[in-house]
């Protein structure tokens, strides 16, 4: 058996119920100032549209980003949407449970999902392909509000093995430093 299921099992378990608990209780209005004080104007109805919990998730990765020493803008604004496209996409919190469960059952079940092009947005396959694809279309919707061109790769490539951002040193650091944020929260 595999050392580690345990321990995602239980990071799993208890990310479903703070998930759970963050649609409970709304930001903050000095929680809301935090986010939007290092996004760009317009990036800013893009995080306060996204779900409580993706909201609640980026706050964590933005604080933890900066308490490791950061301050990049583009890794800021990386921080606090990189998932925006997972509420756009209609990904609820059951989808993501049906994600874990499908990656456990058969792994590979996703990935084929996603080499197909793109279900209707009515289809029931849609939030599982958008799940897939929600680094590419966070940059998107990233770069549509004006966000750093930086900010905007970062997303794209959040979820990306190895973090790596064509030979750009500090770009491959900032990677990792969003990547590591992410998987802790």
């Given at each position: ?26 930001l ?6 935090e ?20 909201q ?10 900066q ?6 803008p ?7 949407l ?35 092009a ?64 992410d998987?802790?929260?």
């Amino acid at each position: 058996m595999d050392a580690t299921l345990p321990r995602r099992a239980s990071y799993r378990v208890r990310q479903f119920i703070d998930a759970v608990a963050a649609y409970a209780r709304p930001l903050t209005a000095d929680e809301r100032g935090e986010a939007h004080a290092v996004l760009p104007a317009a990036a800013r109805s893009l995080f306060d549209r996204m779900p409580r919990n993706d909201q609640r998730h980026s706050l964590e990765v933005l604080r933890a980003v900066q308490a490791a020493g950061w301050s990049h803008p583009a890794l800021l604004q990386a921080a606090l949407l990189h998932d925006a496209a997972k509420g756009a996409g209609g990904i609820t919190l059951l989808h993501r449970a049906a994600v874990v469960l499908i990656r456990s059952v058969r792994p590979r079940g996703l990935a084929q999902w996603a080499e197909r092009a793109a279900p209707r947005r009515s289809d029931l396959r849609y939030p599982f392909w958008a799940h897939v694809h929600h680094p590419r279309l966070g940059a998107e919707l990233a770069a549509a509000v004006g966000c750093e061109p930086l900010a905007v790769e970062l997303i794209m490539r959040h979820q990306a093995h190895p973090p790596t951002m064509a030979g750009d040193a500090l770009a491959d650091e900032l990677l990792a430093a969003l990547q590591a944020a992410d998987d802790d929260h």
